[in-house]
């Protein structure tokens, strides 16, 4: 009970630090065919505008682009039309899940892959900070090659791995007994996946991808994964929320030139030291107001703005 108090104390304490973004120069979109897009409401349209502003602040290139979850009021759409270059907002009703599950970020894939079509796509989550430049980032664009930010440090100098390979690494006595969390509920099972030596997986992050434009996986490989996930864990468990996560990691790694960003510099946090050659945080739920650090951080960076 007093750890959930402090913790309600430290996120109202953040969003009182994040409201200083509001005074800060609003984004002015380039014309290229780059997008930042995220799925956002009304509950983070404040740090979502701090994780939009420290990125695009960095890349100087790219458009906004955003899914709305239902829960963005007239006053958060004229605050982001101002803030954010007039982005397009589209609404979670309007996506059509096909033959994956509705929720647990589902939509924001599909919208996604289908923007990918003609531009290059970084999914950015709202509960993240950029402290410094992007070079990996740029030159993925650059390149047109897909990256991901990866789960945690054991994943460092990993790669992409078959999916029998992965099982081995990750899993060395085989499925987790009980019920595992969803994630490791289907990654343990890939060595059932159809074909599963000629597929690849990578654990990462969905929290920051870049999705390359004109990329080979569209709404109909990531229909075909989420049919064979479903089939791995059975129907209830697919429905969980998490799976989406580790289909933007499959798609991403079975496709040619996706790049792992170094933990070092692209790191989710978990309550360690943040190196001096950190330049991206992902404030991770299980941590995000555990300490001072979310607040702390958003408070440089919003002063970095200007």
Not at 55 to 63: D, P, V
Not at 159 to 182: E, Q
Not at 197 to 217: E, I, K, N, Q
């Amino acid at each position: 009970m007093i750890d959930r108090i402090l913790r309600k104390g430290r996120e109202a304490l953040h969003l009182r630090a994040a409201r200083a973004v509001l005074r800060t120069p609003p984004i002015v979109p380039t014309a290229d065919r780059v997008v930042i897009f995220s799925m956002i409401g009304t509950r983070v349209l404040l740090p979502y505008l701090v994780a939009v502003k420290t990125l695009h602040a960095r890349l100087r290139i790219g458009r906004i682009a955003i899914l709305d979850d239902g829960s963005l009021t007239e006053a958060d759409k004229a605050v982001l039309a101002h803030h954010c270059g007039d982005p397009a907002i589209r609404s979670i009703r309007d996506v059509d899940t096909g033959l994956c599950p509705q929720g647990g970020t589902w939509e924001r894939l599909l919208t996604l892959l289908d923007l990918r079509a003609d531009d290059y796509v970084i999914q950015l989550d709202s509960d993240t900070v950029t402290i410094g430049d992007v070079p990996d980032v740029l030159a993925a664009i650059a390149d047109n090659r897909s990256f991901t930010l990866l789960g945690g440090p054991e994943s460092e100098g990993v790669g992409l791995l078959p999916l029998p390979a992965f099982v081995a690494w990750r899993y060395p006595d085989g499925v987790p007994a009980g019920r595992p969390h969803i994630q490791a509920a289907i990654e343990s099972h890939f060595g059932c996946y159809p074909d599963a030596a000629a597929h690849h997986y990578v654990r990462g992050c969905s929290g920051f991808t870049g999705f390359a434009r004109g990329g080979v996986s569209g709404r109909s490989e990531a229909e075909r994964f989420s049919c064979a996930g479903e089939a791995l864990v059975g129907k209830e468990r697919w429905s969980e929320w998490g799976t989406e996560q580790v289909a933007s990691s499959f798609l991403l790694a079975n496709e040619p030139g996706t790049q792992p960003l170094p933990y070092a510099r692209y790191a989710n946090y978990w309550k360690q030291a943040i190196g001096a050659e950190t330049c991206f945080l992902h404030f991770v739920g299980t941590n995000r107001y555990a300490d001072a650090e979310y607040r702390v951080r958003t408070r440089q960076a919003i002063a970095a703005l200007g």
